[in-house]
């Protein structure tokens, strides 16, 4: 007797916890109900996919979408367009918005928001501040909290916790994994005259590798006075792999597309202030430690920090010009041009955009290709071969640092609990995006 389900993707390469071989996948009720030669099955709907790679849904962990204060740069329904255009199922937002996202309120307002507006699923992090410590043990546990993020670097609004103390109190409040942004504001403060008007190429000068390394050595003292975990974001340094390296029991490591593609000088002398981000693209010597962190296993996740301004804004002389770029909707194709180049297989990049994503943020039924898992896909070509370009681009600001980048390796398709909602570089369907889910916050019986 044959099986039913409600789709069928025929006859693709899957790429999973069993390893990589031709299987089947049956999606029955939004999930993942089988997996193997379903050759006899029937279904509602058929995909033959010969010749095409079916990976878990990759998962941006970190993001930033403008959304409520700057939404003439994104906002939740651009970036989420961004997001499946570039074979991404689920992202993290972070909360540097305006009004942060520092209560209750603003936390539950951005879920609101993103409620089937999104065409990606989504969770948005709570941020520290340095007076919100008492809010935070409530807000990690809200619906869509993808919990705490401190900005010990200089950020947005009130957002800044740089002192030893206000490190404390948010670490003692919170139970889940707490994200990172690690540069030390008072080197920052004492060099920021080095950040010379006019030259971008002075802004790895001005913000230097022991910015990142004196802050995130503090960073783990605190974590282990106080027996938490943490998450440093867009690691950018050699010799913080090598000191996360010695702390992975309590620390986790994300890198980003772009440190690990551009480097200083070069991408200055190209891009000017569309290279500027903080942490800031660094020498090669440190975009070779990040990859040996890659190799070695090192580092957990592949984040984009996807962080959109407007070329207007983009063009003001340097240190003026914003930090960020945009990244989400690249870092799929950036990421397997790097697999088809040798530089990591692809079994590591599922490692690093799925299964990473789900076993240090714990999230419930995400992150993985198998059974009874949400039917989230990213189906993508290994052949083809194409050239990214700011045309291409939705996001609302419209450009990116790899415009006119040759590149191979493709995103086909994007599947969310068992729906098509980008196939060919076309938008399917309407936006169905809900929250993620997390084990440690799940409701408690």
Not at 206 to 233: F, Q, S, Y
Not at 319 to 333: F, W
Request: charged fraction near 25%; include cysteine.
């Amino acid at each position: 007797m044959s099986a039913n389900y409600d789709v069928i993707y025929r006859g693709g390469i899957v790429v999973n916890h069993d390893g990589t071989g031709r299987a089947d996948v049956g999606i029955r009720d939004g999930r993942i109900a089988a997996i193997g030669d379903l050759q006899f099955a029937s279904a509602a709907e058929v995909h033959l996919v010969r010749g095409l790679h079916i990976l878990p849904g990759v998962i941006d962990s970190q993001v930033h979408l403008r959304e409520p204060g700057n939404e003439h740069k994104e906002d939740l329904e651009t970036g989420g367009k961004a997001a499946v255009l570039g074979g991404v199922t689920a992202v993290f937002e972070m909360p540097n918005t305006k009004p942060s996202t520092t209560t209750p309120e603003a936390l539950a307002d951005k879920v609101a928001r993103a409620r089937d507006r999104m065409y990606c699923d989504f969770a948005f992090y709570a941020g520290a501040s340095a007076d919100n410590a008492d809010l935070l043990a409530e807000m990690e546990q809200m619906e869509g909290c993808a919990g705490v993020k401190i900005f010990m670097g200089s950020s947005t609004g009130s957002l800044l916790v740089a002192e030893d103390e206000a490190v404390r109190r948010v670490l003692k409040a919170v139970r889940r994994r707490v994200a990172v942004h690690s540069e030390d504001e008072f080197r920052l403060n004492e060099r920021k005259a080095l950040a010379e008007a006019g030259k971008p190429e002075t802004h790895p000068v001005w913000r230097d590798a022991e910015t990142a390394i004196l802050c995130t050595n503090r960073l783990l003292g605190l974590a282990r006075e106080a027996g938490k975990r943490i998450h440093v974001l867009h690691v950018t340094t050699r010799e913080e792999i090598d000191i996360l390296a010695r702390n992975k029991d309590i620390a986790t490591v994300e890198v980003t597309p772009q440190h690990l593609t551009l480097a200083a000088p070069e991408c200055y002398e190209k891009l000017g202030t569309l290279a500027q981000m903080n942490p800031p693209i660094r020498e090669a010597i440190h975009r070779d430690g990040l990859w040996r962190g890659v190799k070695l296993g090192i580092v957990d996740v592949i984040g984009s920090d996807h962080a959109p301004h407007t070329l207007e804004e983009k063009a003001q002389p340097y240190p003026s010009s914003p930090s960020g770029m945009t990244g989400v909707q690249t870092l799929v194709p950036v990421m397997l041009d790097h697999v088809n180049k040798g530089k990591l297989s692809l079994e590591r990049f599922v490692d690093l955009t799925s299964h990473g994503p789900n076993r240090i943020f714990g999230i419930a039924n995400k992150g993985r290709l198998a059974v009874g898992y949400d039917a989230d896909l990213t189906i993508v070509d290994m052949k083809s071969r194409r050239t990214i370009t700011n045309q291409w681009i939705a996001s609302r600001c419209g450009w990116t640092p790899f415009d006119g980048l040759d590149i191979q390796g493709w995103p086909v398709g994007t599947v969310i609990r068992g729906r098509r909602v980008m196939w060919d570089d076309e938008l399917v369907g309407l936006a169905g995006g809900a929250p993620l889910r997390f084990q440690e916050a799940l409701p408690r019986g």
